[in-house]
């Protein structure tokens, strides 16, 4: 075991806050700051038709409930619940990355897809493995985590995929309080040897999004969120921080609907209460420099598109409209060098794969 593990085990041995050589200083993380997120003052953009990237929809590349989008070398690779398709810059089918299985090179439970360079991961929390495969859908290897290591009741459920030298950050899964207590994140080392965990969550359900991490590779941080929580959360050596609390004002789920135990019942609440324009999630963040992207969204079917300047604090929320509504933003979007790719559907053809749309950084930043 490396020298940096060791000192991570004796500091979560003694219960003390470490603090590792490779990320350097985090007291600043530890401050929580407040963005106003006005949906009602959000600027409207009408979309340029002609810049649409209509993904190709044959019996072989149909995708529904898009998860995920990762980007390499212009291609796209697209997630949905239980597949990964992937399309060449102009929206044509390629292939199916892997499939659901039993085999070496198949998964059972898709939780996650990422990409590392030139590399496509994927992590199927059932076996549990990840597995590496090559831009044209080539199989390239797997690494299984020992179960001797999950034992201690902390098994990954999720993988903040990173690089972080020789540590790895997991979400666990729910223990459904059958333990004390269920810490949200655990650390192992490069070799998936148990380390510790990291403190400042606690799990309260099993409630997830599959995209609910984004990583800071300048900083060596990890940005967290969740359901129904209008607070981002940052990841980093010593802990768990709360980093930005999200005001949406007028838009914010009441208070009374918040207590509520479960998001289930929250829904419900909401619907039944005609709550359906208030902003119930931020999700799909992407990091660019001091920018988070990410989108927010509405019970009314209403996706928003915001710019977070992390250093002002100040927030820029832009709808993306259409002739006749024909065309609507979907919450997952992808950054590849300085395009922010937006996931949209075609409202007059709901039976088509979804298409991508084109931003620029600038264009969203200035």
Known sequence: MSTLIKAIVVALSVGAIVNLSSCGSHEDDKALGEVVVDVDQAVEVEIDTTRLIPLEANSR???????????????????????IKAFDRNGKFISEISGKGQGPEEYLGLKQ?????????????MTPKIMSFG???????????????????????????????????TRNGWTDNTSESNPMFSVYSSDWDYVGDLPGREMRNGE????????????????????????????????VYPKFYLNYGSRRVPSD?????????????????GKTECVTNARSFQVY????????????????????????LSAKVIGLSSV???????????????????????????????????????????
Request: negative net charge.
């Open 61 to 83: 590349s149909l995708l529904y409930n898009v998860r995920g989008l990762n980007i390499v070398d212009g291609n796209f690779y697209v997630a949905s619940v239980d597949m």
């Open 135 to 169: 831009t044209d859908g080539t199989f390239l290897s797997s690494l299984s985590i020992p179960k001797g290591e999950i034992e201690h009741g902390r098994k990954p459920n999720f993988i903040a995929f990173g690089d972080y030298g020789d540590y790895r950050i």
């Open 289 to 312: 420099g001091k920018y988070l992207f990410f989108t927010i969204s509405s019970f009314a079917n209403k996706v928003y598109l915001c710019v977070l300047d992390t250093k002002s």
């Open 208 to 239: 997830y999004f599959p995209d609910m991490f984004a990583v800071d590779p300048d900083r060596q941080i990890v940005y967290y969120w969740e359901m129904f929580n209008d607070t981002v959360f940052v990841l980093n050596s010593e802990g």
């Open 324 to 366: 006749n509504e024909r065309y609507s933003l979907n919450p997952i979007i992808a950054l590849d060098n300085d395009m922010l790719y937006v996931n949209m559907t075609d409202n007059a053809d709901v039976e088509a794969n979804p298409l991508l749309y084109p931003l620029s950084v600038q264009s969203l930043t200035e």
């Open 257 to 273: 609907i918040m207590e509520l135990n479960s998001s289930y019942d929250r829904i419900n609440a909401i619907v039944k209460g």
């Open 113 to 125: 897809v990422a990409a590392s360079g030139d590399t496509i991961l994927i992590f199927d929390n």
